[in-house]
T-cell receptor
């Protein structure tokens, strides 16, 4: 089955530092990857959609200079939280779609819990 | 754009049957997904409906009515491990509804 690997699973950092989160599709080519953010007991909030080789499309209200997304290959997308602050602490989840799948099922990574001190 | 509505919370008893509803409004419909998410974990795929009717997968079934903009997820023989949030999403740009938090009690 389709597997999406997300690293790290947990990160604690100091305010002002940058954190990079990786999302990899292990056994399929992901033409499209999605980045979500989730606060406790709330639903997933789509942050951005990234297509391989092109700039990410950000949702309204998401700062593209704050959340840098790079989708350099068909199996890897990265999200960098720049100059992180305590309010950026959240659960970040990526997902990927197999370009050959006609149903466009999304497969999710295990998520990254970010705590900014 | 799209608008998705689900009940916020539901409670059911172990061994029972529960139906979780989802209504949607979308400018273009290409299918509907149901995902399960346990607290602190990523969502996992449950089902996909593109045609009207019921799709059965073991204890879980999903129903779709395109004309009514309505779907439901049916969980039978509930187990404690079924306590989770259940999210529906319309295929397309993959924004999720707020999800329904199901609690299964003994």
């Amino acid at each position: 089955g389709a597997v999406v690997s997300q690293h790290p699973s947990w990160v604690i950092c100091k305010s002002g530092t940058s954190v990079k989160i990786e999302c990899r599709s292990l056994d399929f080519q992901a033409t499209t990857m999605f980045w979500y953010r989730q606060f406790p007991k709330q639903s997933l909030m789509l942050m951005a959609t990234s297509n391989e080789g092109s700039k990410a499309t950000y949702e309204q209200g998401v700062e593209k200079d704050k959340f840098l997304i790079n989708h350099a290959s068909l199996t890897l997308s990265t999200l960098t939280v720049t100059s992180a602050h305590p309010e950026d602490s959240s659960f970040y989840i990526c997902s990927a779609r197999d370009g050959r799948d006609v149903e466009n099922i999304q497969y999710f990574g295990a998520g990254t819990r970010l705590s900014v001190l | 754009g799209q608008n998705i509505d689900q009940p916020t919370e539901m409670t059911a008893t172990e061994g029972a049957i529960v139906q979780i509803n989802c209504t949607y409004q979308t400018s273009g419909f290409n299918g509907l997904f149901w995902y399960q998410q346990h607290a602190g974990e990523a969502p996992t795929f449950l089902s996909y409906n593109v045609l009207d009717g019921l799709e059965e997968k073991g204890r879980f079934s999903s129903f779709l009515s395109r004309s009514k903009g309505y779907s439901y997820l049916l969980l039978k023989e509930l187990q404690m491990k079924d306590s989770a949030s259940y999210l529906c999403a319309v295929r397309g740009d993959m924004r999720f509804g707020a999800g329904t938090r199901l609690t299964v009690k003994p």
